[in-house]
């Protein structure tokens, strides 16, 4: 089921964007109110909850021991899913992943891959035979928007948080996960040829294209997806990339502070 | 199993996680806690985390299962993935459906249901850490939920178990308690009547322990509707006290 907006909605939205504006009084490249929360669940290897205005996530990772890919022997293996269950809108429906969570779970998922914040060589334990098993479950728990941020930045938080339980696996003492580079996704929105960041629920429903950028924190792009049937031109692409590493640079300080 | 060298309760009656026969692991409820839901309860109880949401009365889909003399109540109980030690395949299981319909019937006694012919009032239940207890945890949490979100009912449920440890009858197992406890006794009822609404028992009783057990539990319930309760009130009070709240925050 899709969600719905009301035409009167639809139309003030589309004359406040015009002039720059938006519906809570924020900047068109102002981000809502961030809350990271880590070790939230007791029962998972890392976690972390992240309020992003009122959309509410929780990530949880669990680690097992388990056999390679045999085309990566020597590698450990991140397994990403999520659920948006129907507790978090009223549109949402149980059963099987549908498209828009696999999507949702992928470009997180490339993200953390893609900018290598694991490093997977170190999560081998016998080449060929035994490697760390690592899976991401992302909860949805309050959907009000840009869930593509609010789930990469709790993965990267609950990745931060993440000990590995080497004991129960009689494999040495536990120790946190090695992270070697901090990337974070920020994803913008187009209406009506105005790009905006970090949307409400009403605003996602109105856009037109969607551009999902993650950076490290070298300033380096490590993935990008484009979402839905509108169109970007190539400046822009360049200047959401621009604000992108601003935005991340930003979020990383934040994350860091959670860190020490 | 290793119950000799595990001791889950001593000589003085005290348990390992230090409680004595009758006590309840800490339980905190907050109302109202997701602004898509109509209404919401996140409750903690001991290690326990779990979240409730209502939606309705809205449309039943399918339309094939509307009834047309009253609501129909769907509860699903569902455990995420990262909520237990060894990662839960998510979806759901044989245990977790029949958790949901017992759920349901309960909650069916409590809604005023021939209010709202066609229509399905929905409960979802989000067990994001388990540690004993969840069945229990969920139905009282529903309870704030459903009462948040304003479906006239004509009570709430409060639920708890009772079980047997070491040979004595105790309150409220803990993790390593129901793993190695010799019986299990989750109920629900609505404390102001008495009214038993949900009923499962696994292990070992005599007639006089489902007795000890029953009344264990019976009086706990009492104690777990103060609880919901008064998280109720706390939701409903802040929009007449919040001038004052802030006031207060401000001077500390």
Redesign the interface.
Known sequence: MKELISKITKDYLFRLIKDGKRLDGRDLLEQRDLDIETGW????EG?ARVHLG?T?V?V???M?VGEPFPDTPEKGVMIT?A?L??????KYE?G?PREDATELARVVDRGIREGEVMDVKKLCIKKGEKVWLV?V?M?I????GNLFDACGIALMAALMNTIVPAERHELGEDYPLPVEHVVVPTTFYKVKDQIMLDVRLEEEMIADARLTVATNENGDIVAMQKGLSGVFEYEETISCIEESKKIGDELRKQLDKIKS | MAEEELKLIDEKGIRNDGRKFDELRPIKIEAGV????DGSAFLEWG?N?V?A?V?GP?EMHPRHAQDPSRAVVQA?Y?M????????KR???DRRSVEISKLMSEALEEIIFVEHFPRASI?I?V?V????AGTRCAALTAASVALADAGIPMSDMIASCAAGKIGGKVVLDLGKKEDNFGQADVPMGMVPTTGKITLLQMDGNLTMEEYKQAMELAMDACKEIYKIQRDALKRRYSTSISTFEETNDMEEE
């Open positions: 669940i007791g029962t998972a976690s009122d509410d929780i949880g990772i669990k097992d899913s659920e269950i129907p507790m978090a809108s009223p149980s099987p899976f479950d909860h728990l309050d959907f009000d | 997701l602004k898509r839901a290690e985390k979240m949401a939606y809205r699903r569902n995420a993935a990262f909520s237990v030690p060894d990662r998510p979806g759901p929905d979802f989000e994001l850490e388990a540690s």
